[in-house]
């Protein structure tokens, strides 16, 4: 979920989330815990097996003995983002790092461009999962 709103909720085989150290997957059982995500690709697998694929910009997940829980600044799903707009911000973010200008903050043009990566690969994903 999101500050706005609520995107999955139900029951799940496991989960794919970009910790903040590297990718991080949830199956049943796992021990509880808290960590920070970063930018990137959240999968859930449902309890049909379907594969749900998001964008997440960062945030914290959650393991309790009942489940988990994903608070993220902002998550999107494929239908949501526009590929067009961005690939623009994937541009726009390797010039900014390319750039390396004295003014630029360099880890806010890497932050910006791993989540337009994140937000295409998703698009990306999902079209070849349908």
């Known amino acids: 979920m999101s500050p706005e709103r609520s995107l999955f909720e139900g ?9 903040a150290a590297g990718y991080l997957g ?9 960590t920070e995500l970063g930018p990137g690709v959240l999968t859930v697998v449902d309890g049909d097996g379907q594969r749900r694929l998001f964008s997440v910009s960062a945030g914290f ?20 983002i526009d590929a067009q707009r961005a690939r623009a ?12 200008a004295r003014d630029t903050d360099i880890t ?23």
């Open 11 to 19: 029951r799940a085989q496991g989960i794919i989330a970009p910790a």
């Open 26 to 34: 949830v199956l049943a059982r796992h021990a509880p815990m808290v």
């Open 61 to 80: 997940l959650e393991v309790k003995r009942d489940g988990v829980t994903v608070l993220a600044d902002a998550v999107e799903g494929a239908t949501e």
């Open 89 to 100: 911000a994937e541009t726009r973010a390797r010039e900014r790092v390319r750039a390396h």
């Open 108 to 130: 806010r043009a890497e932050t910006a461009l791993r989540r337009a990566l994140a937000r295409l690969e998703v698009v990306e994903k999902s079209r070849t999962t349908r």
